[in-house]
């Protein structure tokens, strides 16, 4: 019956046809497989090299399973010992375990992530805490003089090089901004990482409020800064009490820098050419200002501005202040401010609140219709 | 019946034999299905169910990007030792069993060719294991699906007072991309992928093997060759490096004659989001069909002639 496909080679003459089948396979198979591993190295699915020194960080275990299809399972086993050596502050064998798992897949983000967080913040806190406990001047000043900011270096590291693996993802520039602004106190390298995690497709709108607030504490780019900042301001989508307070800053800088540069009569000039640019208004009467008899043509300069529609809120709290500047006008720009901070409680800063205090005493307000009550200050 | 009678009898039944019948083939594919459901097999998935639901609990104090992640990986991890086992294993006991039972003979003795003998046991084999892999990822994606709304829940609760609709979309859309996603089909198949040339090299080594423990420890090196070969490769031919002559003809021998199984690990990659294009997975498949036609016929060859 298994005649009818005739088949007459001996023993050895089917080993040799088999061997002959499975090279010429071999040959055809080998360059079809080349281009699909390069396919595969082309989307990102190939950037483990078990190498040399891969076997020297992983078990013989892991090494095996990392290169028998369970690299993912073996990342996670030495996430779960690098969070078991977190719990027992052994922070050699965190950043060791770290760097195994950033390198079995290091396009998770998360794990460069935890990497930065374990090193930057975990550690450093850790030795911070020691730090204040530890009578030793030697001990203290190798703990804040090399191993604090030698463990912010390392978690900076982990972010940087997560963020060349991640280019998509606005997670890991984000926390290299992070670690500029918290740990190094450098808003111009933190501005330029939150600029770069905002223009991530998945970035959240914060990371951009982020930037613009580090932006505006840069010195020296205040007018870059003031442009990034009035643009969130104006959108109002959300307009938080850092854009406020930062908006307010940056165009007192701005006024500022136009009543040093010009007389009040080219501040005139300007207001007649462009009467939609309520910050000459408001230099005009900074410059009245600065004259002993200038507050009531400043408080008209003022009254320009406010009818400016584009002119932030904050406008109407100074020519409130302005105007109870004058006795006889007092009560009613109390009033004005009463009713302002009351619906709109943001633009007053905590400055503002001692002032609008003080008014309040100077009038003999009664306490029960104070707007301050001694500790209603809210902060900025 | 006179002799002219019976050669005109014979020549009839010839004429009406085809030399590779499809409905042969099923016939002793669903009855290898058979055979090996009744081994009990799927009592694996009691195994499968509790390594799952372990990882989902087990692991309630990380972020959620870890939980969903190691909830992936011990499923992924699961699937492919259950899977490749089944298909070493299942498939080093087939041959043997028919022996044992004797059923090869009744088979073989009907006018079944051994080419179709074969196919129908790898079928067989083939059909159980992706019909295990539906199983465990039906239960997988289950769990999943449970747990990214859980985790959708208590972050929810985390929140000050009511999450705004922005907020809750950008924290969903966050979740769920690391959760229950379409891509993960893709990691499913490259697992039976992989279990399926598993199988054809088991097949193989199962018709010249003397023992059914010398198919499987056979095949589960080759196996493991078959993953480490691409290394060797890289390591001995590197651009423009050159090594010794002979490490670099046993390497190109080892990268000519052994499959390369490290070709199908995408489950890595996409556990960690990466989405593999669809010119890929047809291009394994594609190489998976080649490998089973390849092995098979290097089966038939040496099981041709084979006296049982």
Redesign the interface.
């Known amino acids: ?2 005649n ?2 005739k ?1 007459n ?1 001996s ?1 050895y003459g ?2 040799l ?2 061997i002959a ?3 010429s ?6 360059p ?2 080349s ?3 390069n ?2 190295e082309k ?3 190939r950037d ?4 040399i020194s891969a076997r020297e960080q992983l078990t013989q275990a892991g090494f ?1 399973g990392a ?7 073996v ?2 086993i030495y ?2 010992r690098a ?1 078991e050596a977190f719990r027992d502050k052994d922070w050699a064998s965190v950043e060791r375990f770290r760097k195994i798992t950033t390198s079995l ?1 290091p ?2 983000s ?1 794990h460069w992530d ?1 990497a930065a967080w374990d090193m930057a913040w975990n550690a450093y806190a850790y030795y911070r805490s020691r730090l204040e406990f530890s009578e030793d001047d030697l001990e203290k000043w190798q703990i804040e003089k090399m191993i604090m900011p030698n463990y912010v270096e390392k978690g900076l590291n982990f972010a940087k090089e997560g963020a060349k693996w991640t280019p998509e993802s606005y997670l890991l520039p984000m926390v290299v901004g992070d670690i500029y602004s918290q740990k190094y106190n450098n808003p111009k390298l933190a501005a330029d990482w939150y600029f770069k995690s905002s223009q991530a497709e ?1 970035a ?1 709108t914060y990371i951009f409020r982020a930037y613009a607030t580090h932006l505006a504490k840069c010195k020296g780019m205040e007018e870059e800064a003031y442009g990034v900042v009035s643009n969130l301001y104006n959108d109002g989508k959300i307009r938080t009490l850092t854009i406020r307070r930062d908006m307010e800053r940056l165009e007192d800088f701005m006024i500022n820098k136009l009543v040093q540069t010009n007389s009040v009569d080219q501040l005139t000039a300007m207001i007649e050419k462009t009467p939609s640019n309520y910050l000459l208004n408001a230099a005009l009467a900074e410059h009245y200002l600065k004259s002993d008899d200038g507050t009531e043509l400043a408080i008209e300069a003022y009254r320009v501005l406010l009818k400016n529609p584009k002119a932030p809120q904050f406008y109407r709290r100074k020519f409130g202040f302005l105007v109870a500047l004058n006795p006889e006008t007092q009560l009613s720009a109390y009033q004005l401010l009463k009713k302002m901070y009351t619906s709109i409680p943001q633009i007053f800063r905590e400055k503002d609140l001692i002032e609008l205090s003080n008014i309040e005493t100077s009038l003999n307000v009664p306490l029960n219709e104070k707007v301050i009550k001694g500790s209603g200050l809210i902060n900025d | 019946m006179t002799q002219g009678t019976e050669r005109s009898s014979n020549s009839s039944l010839n004429s009406g034999f085809k030399v590779f019948s499809l409905s042969r083939v099923l016939a002793i594919a669903l009855n290898t299905f058979t055979q090996l459901v009744r081994m009990k097999v799927f009592y694996f998935l009691l195994i499968f169910s509790v390594l799952i639901i372990g990882a989902n609990l087990l692991f309630l104090n990380f972020t959620f990007e870890q939980e969903l992640k190691i909830l992936q990986d011990v499923s992924f991890g699961a699937m492919t030792l259950f899977a490749s086992i089944f298909s070493i294993v299942g498939t080093a006991l087939l041959i043997p069993k028919d022996i044992e039972d004797r059923t090869l003979y009744t088979i073989l003795t009907k006018p079944v060719p051994r080419f179709e003998y074969l196919i129908g046991k790898l079928l067989g084999i083939l059909f159980l294991v992706a019909v295990s892999l539906v199983l465990m990822s039906i239960l997988f994606f289950a769990v999943l699906y449970m747990r990214q709304h859980g985790i959708l829940a208590e972050e929810t609760n985390q929140f000050r007072g009511q999450p705004t609709p922005e907020q809750l979309s950008s924290l969903k859309e966050t979740i769920f991309s690391q959760g229950l996603r379409l891509e993960l089909i893709n990691g499913v198949i490259a697992v039976f992928l992989k279990a399926s040339v598993a199988a054809a090299i088991a097949l193989v080594v199962s018709t010249f093997a003397s023992s059914t423990l010398f198919t499987i420890i056979v095949s589960l090196v080759i196996y493991f060759i078959g993953h480490a070969q691409s290394m060797a490769l890289d390591y001995y031919f590197p651009e423009g490096d050159m090594h010794g002559a002979l490490q670099r003809f046993i390497a190109g021998i080892v990268a000519i004659i052994f499959p390369n199984l490290q070709m199908f690990n995408v489950v890595d990659g996409i556990v960690s989001g990466q989405s593999v294009p669809v010119n890929v997975m047809f291009r394994l498949t594609g190489l998976t069909g080649l490998y089973l036609c390849i092995y098979s016929f290097v089966s038939w060859i040496l099981f041709a002639k084979k006296e049982l």
Not at chain 1, 48 to 51: C, G, M, Q
Not at chain 1, 67 to 73: D, P
């Open positions: 019956m298994n009818h496909i088949f080679l023993k089917r080993i046809l088999c089948v499975l090279v396979f071999g040959f055809i198979r080998i079809l497989e281009s699909t591993e396919e595969l989307y990102g699915f483990w090299v078990p190498d095996l290169i028998g299809g369970f690299r993912s399972l990342a996670s996430d779960l969070h897949q396009r998770f998360k935890l998945d959240p």
